[in-house]
C-alpha cells in the first residue's frame, strides 16, 4: 500500500494539482486531492461516466471541493496506472492544462518500477 500512496501522490503532483494532505499525513487508503483550476465533481463525473471508474468525493466542509482516489485493498499496479491515465484524459476533456499529457503516469511508472 505504501508503493501505491507514493505511486499515486507522484502522478498528482506531476499533473500539478494540489494534495489534499501533506506527505507527512499520506493515507496509505487514499489519495485526497484539492483542484483549485478544474472541479471536483466534474472530474468524479468524467471518470466514472467515460471510464467507469470511481472516485469519492469530500465529506461535510470539503464536500465538492476534493476527489478521492483509493488505493487500499485489492488495487495494484494496474489500477493506479489505468486510474492516473483515465484522470489525465478526463483533465484534457475539462480543458485543464496545466500539465504535460503523460506526466502522471510516467511519475507513477517511475515509483512502482523502481520497487520491483
Known amino acids: 500500500h505504501a508503493r501505491l500512496t507514493e505511486a499515486t501522490r507522484a502522478a498528482v503532483k506531476a499533473l500539478g494539482l ?13 489519495t485526497a486531492v484539492a483542484p483549485d483550476r478544474v472541479d471536483a465533481e466534474k472530474v468524479r463525473s468524467v471518470m466514472k461516466k467515460r471510464f467507469d471508474i470511481a472516485l ?28 492516473i491515465s483515465a484522470l489525465e484524459a478526463t483533465l484534457v476533456e475539462l480543458g485543464y492544462e496545466s500539465f504535460t499529457p503523460g506526466a502522471g503516469v510516467a511519475a507513477a511508472a517511475v515509483v512502482i518500477a523502481k520497487s520491483v
Not at 18 to 30: M, N, V, Y
Not at 58 to 83: C, P, T, Y
Open 56 to 83: 469519492a468525493g469530500g465529506q461535510d466542509h470539503v464536500k465538492g471541493k476534493i476527489f478521492r482516489i483509493g488505493h487500499l485493498g485489492f488495487v495494484g499496479d494496474r489500477d493506479i496506472l489505468a486510474a
Open 18 to 30: 494540489p494534495l489534499f494532505a501533506p506527505d507527512e499525513a499520506a493515507s496509505p487508503a487514499i
